[in-house]
């Protein structure tokens, strides 16, 4: 069936080092991913988004990756900061329900001071 | 102002108990949704709200009832509800419904049901 998952669920990383969070699709008919930080006690914040005819998109700080070839897809955070503790989900964007994105099942990322 | 607020913050009903979650955005978004998350796990779309007309429901049982009485405003009605609804309940907003536009989410409603 259609499913947005993650190859890690658990992810600890030495303040500075960077942060690679990965996430692979099923469903071929995505079209649109967006990557969400969730903070303790907040809700899902957008990160960056990528379009599926992209291979690659940066922002401050952060790098989206997409291989449509083996569907998958990457967040990379560049030296990593004790803020960047959260939890991380890929979304993806099924063209046949336009309306809405599916969440994956998110990464946790702890940031070692 | 780009928050999308939510209340109460926290919520605590018997199963025979009737009440309702808000929520409210000033950001003159035209879409809004309601999510279900329950712990250590990713949010689920419930129902989506376009130009205030429901356009999503992921059959949502029926103890679950939405309501948008003008464009800032979503409601969420609980009735009749089991414990395993339980759960952090976020509201979202977007400027027009769409996958490409930026969902702002609120802070969540933490429901238990006893």
């Known amino acids: 069936g259609e499913s947005v998952g993650l190859h890690l669920p658990t992810l600890s990383v030495q303040e500075g080092d960077n942060s690679i969070i990965n996430c692979a699709y099923s469903?071929?008919?995505?079209?649109?991913f967006i990557w969400y930080k969730q903070e303790s006690g907040k809700g899902p914040q957008f990160i960056i988004d990528?379009?599926?005819?992209?291979d690659k998109r940066q922002g401050q700080r952060v790098t989206v990756l997409l291989n449509k070839t083996v569907k998958h897809l990457s967040l990379q955070i560049a030296a990593t900061q004790p803020g960047d503790s959260a939890v991380y989900f890929c979304?993806?964007?099924?063209?046949?329900?336009?309306?809405?994105?599916?969440f994956g099942p998110g990464t946790s990322l702890s940031v070692i001071p | 102002d780009t928050e999308v607020t939510q209340t109460p913050k926290h919520l605590v009903m018997g199963m025979t108990n009737k009440k309702s979650l808000k929520c409210e955005q000033h950001m003159g978004h035209r879409a809004m949704y309601w999510y279900k998350q329950k712990a250590k796990k990713p949010p689920e779309l419930m129902f989506v709200?376009?130009?205030?007309?429901?356009?999503i429901n992921e059959s949502v049982p029926s103890r679950f009832s939405p309501e948008c009485p003008n464009s800032s405003l979503l409601n969420l009605h609980l009735h009749a509800l089991q414990p395993e609804d339980s759960a952090l309940y976020l509201c979202?907003?977007?400027?027009?419904?769409?996958?490409?536009?930026?969902?702002?989410f609120g802070p969540g409603t933490r429901l238990t049901v006893l």
């Open positions: 979202a907003s977007s400027q027009v419904a769409g996958g490409e536009n930026e969902q702002f």
């Open positions: 469903n071929s008919a995505s079209d649109y």
């Open positions: 709200y376009s130009y205030e007309k429901l356009s």
């Open positions: 990528i379009r599926s005819n992209m």
């Open positions: 979304a993806e964007r099924v063209e046949t329900s336009y309306d809405k994105v599916i």
